[in-house]
């Protein structure tokens, strides 16, 4: 398979989809759908929806019924991505090359925009006219993964623990793990999980797509850490070793940029390991791992 | 029925099981779950809890599974009020005479605990281990429910509206009504409606319950209106008049303070004509209607 074509292809069902989905601009309040709007259309590359769509598809399901659960979680992506680069978080002002949401609508747009677009995931795995053959049994454990994963005991906390772990110099790599499972990992875990889930799938199927989760989306942000140190700010998006500069946790300070690129190796290892049970259907899986850890942003 | 007891009593109850529901402090993060549960034990009435619980009571349900429910729309409350008095947005330093979230735990760690108590609460209604009996695809009805009313349609889109008439001197009575049947209404609809569909209920009884919350919803935010200019300082918790001092959009600025009062009258009629249906399941519904508009504090 040509996983560019495929992410390409992907990509633009997801976008389509999250047209669909989201509330236009045309309804009331205008400021607070332009704002959500904004941000969701920043040029994101749709990782985790597209992780859904594919782990659904990896266990024999048709990936056409995760796909509002997949919007849902880009909106739950995006609504993090908003209120962390909020002034009283990470004070960002640019964010994939565009000003970032608070500094276009203010901050009190900003804030209640990332607090619809988590709102309007939830709404829109619940809603009945999108429930495509779903069971409500399914549906339903689908918004719990989701909740569990983004909430205190998974992305919040995590962020929690960044913030509180920046500028120390005592930080472990215990700590880093902490940071990396709960604040990017446990989305990615919820992606394809949630998406096997709308599968239909059970007992070792889902087993291993949560393994599989669980390493590719550690991988996924040690290979971010290692971006910001070899990345140019092209590649990444935003200041090359902006990291370093804010002492931030990450998988290369605590363990060297060497250690932290076999770390990563490791982990899409690991994934890949995890989908020997699968066949054919799980290839485009096996090439997102792949491509986590090579791309160059 | 004695109603002060009845309201202690359910009010006892929700505070229980918010303490059993929420994350301990003693679990990590701890400084966020201390900051959740700061903000959830600081003295609210459980207004909407206590609807909810009624609601199911009036059509037939036993109360007690809709418990969970009724604690995630408590948390849906709280956050809204965490997120409202952050500086970017009301800039208040004192909420029911204590601190507000972001003056005990700085702005971050109270913008990520109210992103947490709303994931929290779609957590909860979806949890597994406290559907108690309700159906899947009832408790789904419910998340989209509620997510349909806190959302940008809702509660948001109330918010949002409220803060770009702030000192306007041109806001119409469309305008005071758009914000108080979004801002404050909307979760109080869904409160008795989620309540009245974790009993099963359908059709005209559905539909009755529909009307009660509206009409009680818009009841009870100008009865506020009205305590903000007629309540001392003490019974209202925060300082009296502050509505007027900001140039918020209320009833009785747009219509002066008698033709208010007969509005919220009027409401509470509406709100006990819709119960015309039910017997004596619906009391509790019905003391609490007069008792919105009665009430001092």
């Known amino acids: 398979m040509d996983l560019k074509v495929y992410l390409k292809e992907q990509c633009a069902c997801i976008d389509k989809a999250l047209d669909r989905f989201l509330p236009k601009e045309t309804e009331l309040p205008h400021s607070i759908h332009k704002a959500m709007r904004y941000s969701v259309f920043a040029g994101g590359k749709r990782v985790r929806p597209i992780l859904m769509l594919a782990a659904c598809q990896a266990v024999g399901g048709d990936y056409g019924r995760a796909i509002p659960a997949a919007c849902a979680m880009e909106m739950i992506h995006t609504y993090s991505l908003i209120h ?44 009945p006219r999108f429930a495509g053959g779903c069971e409500s049994s399914g549906l339903l454990a689908v918004i719990h993964e989701i909740a569990t994963c983004a909430g205190s005991y998974g992305m919040v906390g995590g962020q929690v623990i960044d913030m509180e772990s920046e500028g120390r110099h005592d ?3 215990a700590t880093v793990q902490y ?23 059970k007992g070792e199927h889902l087993t291993a797509i949560t393994r599989y989760g669980e390493a590719a989306g550690l991988a996924f942000q040690i290979a971010d850490d290692i971006l910001d140190i070899e990345g140019t700010t092209e590649e990444i998006g935003k200041d090359a070793g902006s990291d370093q500069a804010r002492g931030k946790a990450t998988y290369p300070a605590v363990m060297g940029l060497a250690a932290a690129k076999e770390e990563a190796k490791s ?31």
């Open 267 to 297: 982990m899409m290892d690991e994934a890949l390991r995890a989908l020997e049970i699968f066949g054919a259907e799980a290839e485009p899986l096996r090439e997102i791992a792949r491509y986590i850890v090579q791309r160059r942003n």
């Open 84 to 127: 962390d680069d909020l002034p009283a978080m990470d004070d960002d002002d640019f964010r994939r090359g565009n000003p970032t949401n608070h500094k276009v609508f203010g901050e009190a747009i900003a804030i209640l925009a990332g607090d619809a677009l988590l709102t309007e995931a939830f709404k829109l795995i619940s809603d």
């Open 179 to 201: 940071i990396h499972t709960h604040k990017t990992g446990a989305l990615i875990k919820a992606s394809v999980v949630a998406g096997a889930l709308l599968a239909g799938a």
């Open 171 to 173: 930080i472990d790599l």
